[in-house]
């Protein structure tokens, strides 16, 4: 019998002939397979006691149903029976006409496939076996028999991007991998060192393509914005020639399709994935700036395109295309490039392959916690005895978020942070706080004794033995721990995103295991921690100036060096773990997993002050690390750490901080630095670069700057016959005039530098200068002679 192990690309559940089919398709060593599951049934559950009338229902429907009697039951402790449909669509009919009856249903949500994956523990790897069958690229397995694996894949990637004029006619398409580099361009055959297919229109160019893909048959494809734009497109053109896009795993069309609430693109390709870098590196949790290719490539890996201004771009790309189509070849292929190497760099597929393997979610999913957690929690919950409960939106109470303590503004000599390690992963592990934890938990009374449950908020309480959560967390901490030791950075954080991430399911309403108890008594035992915490601190005389979520803030009352202050992190630390050890042991009979960390010293630390208040700010903060080569300034929530604020605002304070914290007399710097930019000295780093989070055409009664600014341009672009840049959202850079907001492109008018001065420098400076003695007003206005 042959027993393969493999990788899971896509997934597919699909009504044939009054039955289901599950296709899978999967990268192994020894090439593609699809794996094809057939009779496997759509199964919901409902309550027992309503199983008679679901009977009559479904013969009136004409449907063929089985009900099911299981040792299963509700959160509220009702007794559940499955209902087994034939097909998808039956299980989706009968599920509507139940809740249209007031009839109870729960799991009707998950898809038939997921479930036939996670009932398995099938996490990204998957071992099978079945008859298999040799095609042309790839072997089809039937009768399939599987069960979970471990199993690194080597997956083929492509880079694709494609060329076009601003009113979508496709130029070219690029494609850059190990397997074949080349770019697929209309036009008449040309002399080049370039790898160039010349097509002789733009059908031909979409027929080449999928040519290609049928020879190379990569797994996953990459771009940039690449679902939205170049496979939107791509299919847009395809559909206008009438022409099947079968670019899919054995000669199968892929599907695109829009949300009709948030427009977001989706596509699905048959055994292969698609994965945009932009929406890869949100869910990886990097941010930038600005997420063009050219910003991102620049500050990732110090190179970028070779046109930049996006009017240029247009202009000439269409001059390279009727011109010097080898040039526009070039440039095409470039970007391909630039996407694979910041693939490479940030080690995106690794974080995602990892991530599917941790959590079963597929490849190329955005976001993804609620799943990941419902993959995870599910089956468990099933072998427990319960069934999953179904969203309830409209019952949703907030819970409190972490503590953020009242800040002390001042100018400090030596402040420490001490951070607790996953705060809120370790108050799970440490409090035993589980969905089903819950639901037993209520069920027994409070107290110390073993069989007893553990206190947590808001009426919540948690059984000490029945729960999965603690467990589920202490496993991946241990793999976490691992991958560090092991220098695996994309395992490592794939991991901690998890891990941190079930916080966050568990107080979103959106999760079907929602519940304010749960989230409360995560959050809420936060807030009692870090108050204990700050108490013991200022016991020991030190003073807490700061606390946010799961950082305390401490001022150590003097100037002290980096090994001493080193020494009292370092005791404050021992300390503190070893009085949360043994509080929980003795109040609770539980094992602290809490551990608190001495994370940074600041030699000079600024808590300002909210902005025209005395009040201390939350969330704001700047402080000087290191010494020497290593010394270094970190702005939190203030200018500079923020893309909403010019670089003329960012500059003057990288500098003016650097000063203060350097007990340098800053009154000359600021003078002169007002003086030079009403000189116009620094007019490059006055730009505005803001996001139009809405339509243009949305915007009615309060009117933004950069939505002024964008209208404007897009009046202009209409005159020159340019494409339209931002009438659905975008990003929009523009200047402050004395005839108000111009966009950076179009600025006719003169520049307002006295709004530089009151808007930009003055909150800068208003921050620092008063703990000095200084007042900004008085050093920037203009100096009056003596006569």
């Known amino acids: 019998m042959t027993i393969e192990q493999g990788f899971l690309l896509t997934r597919q559940a699909r009504d044939i002939s009054g039955t289901t089919q599950i296709e899978l398709w999967v990268s192994t060593t020894n090439g593609p397979h699809q794996l094809l599951i057939g009779n496997e049934r759509p199964v919901f559950f409902v309550p027992t006691s309503e199983v008679t009338q679901i009977r009559t229902l479904a013969e009136q429907l004409h449907l063929s149903v089985e009900l099911k009697s299981l040792p299963l039951k509700h959160f509220d402790q009702t007794p559940l029976s499955a209902c087994y449909c034939h097909t998808v669509k039956?299980?989706?009919?009968?599920?509507?006409?139940?809740?249209?009856?007031?009839?109870?249903?729960?799991?009707?949500?998950?898809?038939?496939?997921?479930?036939?994956?996670?009932?398995?523990?099938?996490?990204?790897?998957?071992?099978?076996?079945?008859?298999?069958?040799?095609?042309?690229?790839?072997?089809?397995?039937?009768?399939?028999?599987?069960?979970?694996?471990?199993?690194?894949?080597?997956?083929?990637?492509v880079s694709l991007d494609i060329e076009c004029s601003e009113k979508g006619i496709l130029y070219s398409v690029g494609l850059d991998s190990p397997m074949d580099s080349r770019v697929i361009m209309v036009g008449e055959p040309q002399q080049s060192d370039l790898a160039i297919q010349?097509?002789?229109?733009?059908?031909?160019?979409?027929?080449?393509?999928?040519?290609?893909?049928?020879?190379?048959?990569?797994?996953?494809?990459?771009?940039?914005?690449?679902?939205?734009?170049?496979?939107?497109?791509?299919?847009?053109?395809?559909?206008?020639?009438?022409?099947?896009?079968?670019?899919?795993?054995?000669?199968?069309?892929?599907?695109?399709?829009?949300?009709?609430?948030?427009?977001?693109?989706?596509?699905?390709?048959?055994?292969?994935?698609?994965?945009?870098?932009?929406?890869?590196?949100?869910?990886?949790?990097?941010?930038?700036?600005?997420?063009?290719?050219?910003?991102?490539?620049?500050?990732?890996?110090?190179?970028?395109?070779?046109?930049?201004?996006?009017?240029?771009?247009?202009?000439?790309?269409?001059?390279?295309?009727?011109?010097?189509?080898?040039?526009?070849?070039?440039?095409?292929?470039?970007?391909?490039?630039?996407?694979?190497?910041?693939?490479?760099?940030?080690?995106?597929?690794?974080?995602?392959?990892?991530?599917?393997?941790?959590?079963?979610?597929?490849?190329?999913?955005?976001?993804?916690?609620?799943?990941?957690?419902?993959?995870?929690?599910?089956?468990?919950?099933h072998r427990a005895g319960y069934v999953a409960p179904n969203l309830h939106p409209e019952n949703w109470l907030a819970s409190p978020g972490g503590y953020v303590m009242d800040s002390i503004p001042n100018l400090y000599d030596s402040v420490l942070v001490l951070d607790f390690k996953s705060l809120y992963p370790s108050i799970i592990r440490s409090f035993l706080i589980d969905p089903m934890g819950l639901i037993e938990g209520l069920q027994q009374e409070i107290g110390n004794a073993d069989n007893q449950a553990v206190p947590g908020f808001r009426g919540g309480q948690f059984h000490r033995h029945r729960h999965f959560l603690p467990h589920m967390i202490e496993t991946l901490w241990a793999a976490r721990d691992e991958a560090k030791r092991n220098n695996e950075k994309a395992f490592s954080q794939a991991i901690k995103i998890i891990m941190n991430s079930f916080y966050g399911v568990l107080g979103s309403s959106g999760c079907r295991f929602f519940d304010t108890r749960l989230a409360s008594?995560?959050?809420?035992?936060?807030?009692?921690?870090?108050?204990?915490?700050?108490?013991?601190?200022?016991?020991?005389?030190?003073?807490?100036?700061?606390?946010?979520?799961?950082?305390?803030?401490?001022?150590?009352?003097?100037?002290?060096?980096?090994?001493?202050?080193?020494?009292?992190?370092?005791?404050?630390?021992?300390?503190?773990?070893?009085?949360?050890?043994?509080?929980?042991?003795?109040?609770?009979?539980?094992?602290?997993?809490?551990?608190?960390?001495?994370?940074?010293?600041y030699k000079k630390f600024l808590m300002p002050t909210i902005r025209g208040q005395e009040t201390g700010s939350k969330k704001r903060y700047a402080g000087l690390i290191g010494d020497g080569a290593n010394e270094k300034i970190v702005f939190k929530g203030l200018e500079s750490a923020r893309t909403d604020w010019t670089p003329l605002a960012q500059s003057f304070q990288q500098q003016l901080y650097s000063m203060v914290f350097h007990d340098q007399d800053p009154s000359s710097f600021v003078r002169q630095f007002v003086e030079d930019t009403l000189a116009g000295q620094y007019d490059d780093r006055l730009v505005y670069q803001k996001r139009l989070r809405r339509k243009l055409s949305e915007y009615q009664k309060n009117v933004p700057p950069?939505?002024?600014?964008?209208?404007?341009?897009?009046?202009?672009?209409?005159?020159?016959?340019?494409?339209?840049?931002?009438?659905?959202?975008?990003?929009?850079?523009?200047?402050?005039?004395?005839?108000?907001?111009?966009?950076?492109?179009?600025?006719?008018?003169?520049?307002?530098?006295?709004?530089?001065?009151?808007?930009?420098?003055?909150?800068?400076?208003?921050?620092?200068?008063?703990?000095?003695?200084?007042?900004?007003k008085t050093l920037s206005e203009p100096q009056l002679g003596l006569f």
């Open 198 to 381: 010349w097509v002789k229109d733009e059908k031909a160019l979409l027929n080449a393509l999928i040519s290609w893909f049928e020879t190379y048959d990569p797994d996953v494809i990459i771009g940039w914005n690449v679902i939205d734009f170049d496979f939107r497109l791509l299919h847009k053109r395809a559909e206008w020639h009438q022409l099947k896009f079968t670019i899919g795993r054995a000669k199968q069309a892929s599907y695109f399709r829009t949300s009709a609430n948030t427009q977001q693109a989706f596509i699905s390709i048959p055994g292969r994935v698609v994965m945009d870098g932009i929406d890869t590196l949100k869910t990886a949790t990097y941010h930038f700036r600005r997420w063009s290719l050219e910003s991102v490539a620049q500050e990732l890996l110090g190179e970028g395109k070779q046109i930049h201004n996006v009017h240029d771009r247009m202009a000439e790309i269409n001059h390279m295309f009727h011109h010097d189509k080898v040039s526009l070849a070039r440039y095409n292929l470039q970007d391909c490039v630039l996407v694979n190497k910041i693939f490479a760099h940030t080690h995106l597929l690794e974080f995602a392959v990892e991530r599917a393997k941790l959590t079963g979610v597929e490849l190329d999913r955005v976001g993804g916690s609620v799943a990941a957690f419902t993959n995870l929690y599910l089956p468990q919950l």
């Open 706 to 776: 950069q939505v002024r600014a964008a209208r404007m341009a897009d009046e202009i672009n209409q005159k020159l016959g340019r494409a339209l840049q931002y009438q659905n959202r975008g990003q929009i850079e523009y200047l402050i005039t004395l005839n108000g907001p111009e966009p950076k492109e179009y600025v006719k008018s003169s520049i307002d530098y006295q709004h530089y001065i009151d808007k930009q420098l003055k909150p800068v400076a208003d921050a620092i200068l008063p703990f000095i003695g200084l007042d900004f």
């Open 521 to 601: 008594s995560i959050t809420m035992r936060g807030h009692e921690i870090m108050k204990q915490t700050k108490a013991l601190i200022e016991e020991k005389g030190y003073q807490v100036i700061y606390g946010d979520t799961d950082s305390t803030f401490v001022s150590l009352n003097g100037q002290f060096s980096q090994a001493q202050a080193d020494q009292i992190g370092n005791e404050l630390v021992t300390y503190i773990n070893q009085w949360w050890n043994e509080h929980l042991s003795r109040q609770y009979g539980l094992t602290s997993i809490l551990e608190l960390e001495y994370e940074t010293h």
């Open 90 to 157: 039956e299980s989706q009919r009968l599920s509507e006409t139940l809740n249209q009856q007031s009839i109870a249903t729960y799991e009707d949500d998950i898809r038939l496939a997921d479930r036939f994956l996670m009932e398995r523990f099938i996490q990204g790897s998957i071992e099978f076996t079945g008859q298999f069958s040799r095609k042309s690229n790839y072997t089809q397995v039937s009768q399939v028999k599987s069960r979970k694996a471990d199993y690194a894949p080597k997956l083929n990637v």
